[in-house]
């Protein structure tokens, strides 16, 4: 992993830089390319726009390790009411959320309890919700609350990190659950001894995987959502899918706004379903971390507001 990567990701974590960074102007305007504004108004705008292009959209409030109960209701009850709003702007917006953000870190119960709460009004509209996997160290806890809630409700879908040694099996165990698998490269800093370090191995790695969860599409009833932004993969994976005589529309290609809207449009034109991952609110500092650490290149887009300012 790079030493800036390394630095990008330790900053996200660290709690004073958490609290300081994010009052600094340019650092506030560089976001803005990330995500269309802090309400969810801004976001459902943002949905209804990609909706006339015949992008699909993922809403996700940005927050995450929550540590008081009434802040996890609060975001509980916040996306009962997002779900609603989607329900009348028919928008085809699914609904992404962090378990630590509905009280992880709190006990898996009352998380359970919160999830199950969202969850139970996505289904009373037909809708969806995708669970985001978070660090490694709640890979367990998330993919047992997933299997809880995927037994109950058929429209629930998780995130699994290709850049883990441990997600062959965990793809294995879930199959027989007809699962809902997006599949990504994985966003955090993970030690060697769980993660590959190098990107050339995650990147075979995800290729692999995508195949794995292609050919499982039809023989165990998988929703597979293909959450990339590299094109060189996507073409890979859209020869594969062909090769398998998949029809273009059998899985999704999910990707975050304001990242390769080209190639966003692109794959719509094709024939494939696209789905924008819109997030939103004003707890984005670690996720703007994050994005950065993908692509150092941001780094220099971020500096250029600097002078601008
Ligand atoms: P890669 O990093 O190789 O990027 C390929 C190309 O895409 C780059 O060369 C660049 O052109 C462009 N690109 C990628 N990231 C960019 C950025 N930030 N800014 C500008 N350009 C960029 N992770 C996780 O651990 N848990 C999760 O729940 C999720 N959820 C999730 C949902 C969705 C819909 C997406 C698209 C991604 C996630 N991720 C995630 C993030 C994921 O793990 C990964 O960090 C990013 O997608 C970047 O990896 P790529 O696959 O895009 O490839």
Redesign the pocket.
């Known amino acids: 992993m790079g030493l800036l990567r390394k630095l990008l990701l330790w900053i996200s974590e660290n709690r004073r830089l958490r609290e300081t960074l994010p009052r600094h102007a340019f650092i506030r305007r560089a976001v803005a390319r ?1 995500m269309p504004g802090e309400k969810v108004e801004d976001a459902l705008q943002a949905a209804q726009t990609l909706k006339a292009k015949n992008i699909a959209t ?1 809403l996700t409030l940005l927050g995450e390790n929550i540590t008081k109960a009434e802040e996890a209701k609060q975001v509980t009850e916040h996306y009962i009411d997002v779900l609603g709003r989607v329900e009348k702007s028919a928008l085809d917006s699914h609904i ?1 959320v962090k378990l630590t953000q509905l009280g992880l870190d709190l006990g898996e119960e009352l998380c359970l309890e919160n999830l199950s709460a969202v969850i139970g009004q996505a289904a009373a509209n037909n809708n969806w919700v995708w669970i ?3 660090q490694s160290s709640y890979v367990d806890r998330t993919l047992s609350l997933y299997k809880k809630v995927r037994e109950q409700y058929p429209r629930v879908g998780v ?1 699994l ?1 290709a850049y883990l040694y441990r997600i062959p099996k965990d793809i294995e165990q879930l199959l027989p659950l007809a699962p809902a698998i ?1 599949l ?5 800093a993970e030690p060697e001894g769980v993660a590959y370090p190098k ?1 050339k191995d995650v ?1 075979a790695k ?1 290729f692999e995987l995508a195949k794995v969860l292609l050919s499982n599409l039809k023989v165990n009833g998988v929703t597979l ?1 293909i ?5 060189v ?1 996507i073409r890979r994976i859209c020869q594969e899918a062909e090769a398998m005589g998949l029809s273009k529309d059998g899985f999704e290609f ?3 706004y304001g ?2 809207t080209e190639e966003q449009l692109r794959l719509t034109k094709e024939g494939y379903r696209v ?1 924008v ?1 819109i997030s939103y609110g004003s707890h984005w500092f670690p996720w703007y971390m ?3 650490a ?2 150092p290149a ?1 780094v220099l887009f971020a500096i250029k507001n600097v002078w601008r300012s």
């Open positions: 990330f993922l992404s985001d996997m978070e995130c990190q997006r990504v490269k994985g966003a955090y990107k990147d995800y959502g959450a990339t932004h590299d094109k993969l999910q990707l975050l990242i390769q789905r991952l994050r994005r950065l993908e692509r941001n």
